[in-house]
């Protein structure tokens, strides 16, 4: 089983490791330039980003070939998916890909211009994800057939939100970020974004082709990188995962973790 996945807080990573199998990260496949992928069964993990799967997942399986018997995929989420894996169906059937299974998982939301991280993890033991993940760990497993299902209001809410979340998030989204004086080049920003979007010289600097993660943002040991418009300035990464991992999933430049 390969498990292609993308985050930027962990937990989606986390998800994936529990899963198992052989996990790719999709920044480090899209960096190898390999396109073509086979295995009895595929999966894909990725968070959900207003109501969608985030760009970098999207041009992955546009510009990728895969050949499997069955296919998943699982939708990291904060608060509400809507029809997010609605939308990943249909980015894979214009590949080809009809997928088997689709499920979704509460976390925590990382989603700093709404949610304060703070409350999320008081609430953390009402979001019942090791329940929700002990099942999907089991139907995948035993290769279920289900596609998760919602309704015309979640339907319509995938098909106008991620076209505002890109306006507001993607690309030139970095000129809402702000460095602070506190910031004393150690890089980590730069091997956490998952796009080579940042060059640290004596500071940050952002190149406008952001995915919007907020990697950036949340791995800086200083707390230097703010959004504009946080709620708070607390920072998150899943307990489970280290910031090793999330720079060996994402890091672009050619400095080393
Ligand atoms: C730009 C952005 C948009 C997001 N949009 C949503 C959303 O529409 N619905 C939701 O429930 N969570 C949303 N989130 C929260 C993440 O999907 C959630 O925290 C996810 O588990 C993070 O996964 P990761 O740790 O693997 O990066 C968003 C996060 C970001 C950074």
Redo the contacts with the bound molecule.
Sequence with gaps: MKIFY????????YIAKRIGGELCSIPQMLKDGTSEFEDEEIGFI??????APPRIVMNFIQKSKFKANYFFAVM???????S?LGYMEKIGKQAGIRFNYTNEVL?????LPVFKIEDQLNKENSKKTEEKLEKIVSDIKNKKNELAKKGVVSDALSKA?PKL?TKI?LNEGDKRFIVGDNCNSCKVCEKVCPINNIKVNRKPEYLHQCE????CIHHCPQTAIHFKFERSNTRFI?RNVKLKEIIDANNQSNTRS
């Design positions: 993308f985050t930027a807080t962990g937990n989606s990573l990725f968070p959900c980003y207003g109501f990291t989420y904060g608060n509400k998916a809507a997010g976390m925590i939301d990382n989603y939100i979340i998030h919007g993660c907020f990697a899943n």
